[in-house]
Every structure is written in C-alpha cells, then in structure tokens.
C-alpha cells in the first residue's frame, strides 16, 4: 500500500543479504526503517513491536529463520532458531505455523542447500500472505457491499480495533483490505478507528494507514464503540485474529471481546478477517486454551507520542507506585462472531465448528449471515 504515494510493503530484501522493515514503533510521527542482520535483530524485532500483527510476525520469523541458517544450517541450529522465534510472542499461531512450515521445507535437505531453500520459503510466505490478504478483501468487499445496498445513502460505516491493515501482514491487511477493495470498487465507507490502549495500534497505526490511503476515518476513545452502536451508527465491526480455534472461538488484540458483546447487544454483524494460516486445527476451547500474552505494565502506566514540536518522547500517565496488568489479547467466543472472511471465502463462525483440518475448510466453507 501507499506511504506519501509510494508503494511500499512492511518488510523486504535489502542490499547484502539482510531484510530491512518500516520501524512500526515510530509510527505515525516518524516513517523509519531497520535492517535486520542477525537472529537476535529478528527475535528483537517481533518481541519490541517493530513489526507485529500476526501475519507480519510469522514471515519476519520465516526470514529470520533463514537468516540463522545462513550462518549455521545444523539440525540443532534450525531448532534453537525455531524455538526462539516462536517464544518472541506467545498468542499469534502464524509464528509457529511458519517455523514449522520451514522446517518442513529445510529438514530434508542436505546442509550446503538448506540456507538458499529457507531464504525461498521465506520469500514464498511473504508472497503467498499478499496474495492471500489481497482475496481476503475480495470476499470482504462482497460484504460490504451487500450492507451498503440496504443503506438508503451514506458511507457503510465500520468499526475496527488494533491494526489489522496492511501494516500488520506484508501488504493488503486483513480486516482492512475489504475496505481498501471496497474503496477501489467505488463504495463510500467511513471507518471507526478504536484507539486501542495501551499501545495504541488504533490510533497511531490504523489510522495513519488509513489516511495514507485516503479512506474516511475517526479516531474513537476504546469505551466509545458501544455507544456508536446503540445509535446506529456502526453497519459491520471487522476485526482481524491472531489465532482462531477449530471452533471459532478467536484471540485478537485486548478489548476485542468487549466489541463482539456490545455488536451482540445491537445486532451489528460482527467479522472476523483473517488467513487460514490463523487457524489453530489443534485446539476447541479458546478461552482455555490459548496462551494470552502479558506484556510490560510500562506500556499501560506510560504513553509516547510527539510534543508539538516533533520531539517523540515518553510520558508517564498513572499514579506513581500503582500496579498495572498488561494482557495483550482477549478471546471472542465463536457465538459472538458473526463470520469468519478467509482468502477462502466466508464461513458462518459455526461453520468452523467439527472442522478438523485445513483442507475439510475447502469443502465447509459457505457464506455467513451479514
Ligand atoms: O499486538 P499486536 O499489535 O501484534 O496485535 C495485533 C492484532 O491484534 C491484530 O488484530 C491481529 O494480529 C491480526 S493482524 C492482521
């Protein structure tokens, strides 16, 4: 997608070998990027945030896989690489999906050739996760256009928490790439930008990707989305997912649950975005079963922004000596989710329901309720 008109993706191959990313941690007040040379820049990468959302993180983990293996491609060096790339961050599944998925493609091979295939299945990941955000907002758009042919005028409005766009995989997003379709296909929609304490994924991320691309948006305080839906002023609530169960029971960023109940309450169909590669075949029970990570309290007792002078520094917004718990996702059970929009198509959440591998979804996926 753009940035000041440019097209640019969130993570690429540099000059020397190494992979260079738009550092996400100074977004929106500073567009920067890194290059990362070594295992340990990768692993630091995902676990700071520099890039996150949880496509992105699993094709960084691909390329640092690959990098690792440039420098030693031994059994115990693919494991230990693996194994601290998937520890990074806890809750996405996409970062084990793509270790293992790599190790699937090196572990057969003879060492001198296991460095040049990891750095194609690299490359293929990345491919494949445009490819895939890219029908994601083919099937999305469907939807959204079906909500704007009920509407007797105005823009379909959309709510959305965190950042699910295309900063948050290599290009398209997931749950923003049916607008971004949308938009190409001439359909006014406004978007519901939730802020998204702590970090702000909202407001700093969704909102400049948003604005880059010339799609109309307003930034909303966390607690305003129920609200916004008592008043009809919320069509469709699209977010995206970090790891779905078999059941579709879905983790997303914090705060997420909170959306899916009041979208329950209101009868706003409720949408899940998200590749295939999000599904976790092996577990039921979300709420159980998926490991939340839990952050530092810094990031709830402390903010970073931009002075009006442009400085970006650090201010501290919590009473002094107070605890704070920083649990970075939360899981919407699959009775609250209205459909799952996949580069698949679109399954009813309870369509997912008795699914037990990858490719019974083929046959099971059937459009959802709008
Ligand atoms: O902590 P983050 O910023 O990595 O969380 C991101 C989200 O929760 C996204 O909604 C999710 O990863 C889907 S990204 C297409």
Known sequence: MLIDGRPMRTIWPAAGGVMEIIDQTRLPHRVETVRLETLDDFVAAIADMRVRGAPLIGVTAA???ATA???????????RAGARLVAARPTAVNLAWAIERMARAVRPLALAD??????AEAAAIAEEDVAACRRIGEHGADLI???ASRKSGGPVNVLTHCNAGWLAT???GTALAPIYVAAERGIEVHVWVDETRPRNQGAALTAFELGQQGIAHTIVADNAGGHLMQHGKVDLCLVGADRITRTGDAANKIGTYLKALAAMDNAVPF????????IDWNISDGAAEIAIE???????????????????VEVMIAAPGSAAANYAFDVTPARLISGFITERGMSAAHGLAAMTSDSEFLVRATASRS
């Open 63 to 65: 390329w640092g896989l």
């Open 69 to 79: 293996l440039r420098g030693d491609p031994s059994d115990e060096a693919l494991a």
């Open 114 to 119: 296991r460095a040049p295939a990891a750095a």
């Open 145 to 147: 256009a079906a909500l």
């Open 170 to 172: 290599v290009d398209w």
């Open 271 to 278: 949408h899940v975005a998200a590749p295939i590669s999000t």
């Open 294 to 312: 839990q952050r530092d309290s810094r990031e709830v007792t402390h903010m970073t922004g931009s002075t009006v002078d442009g400085a970006i």
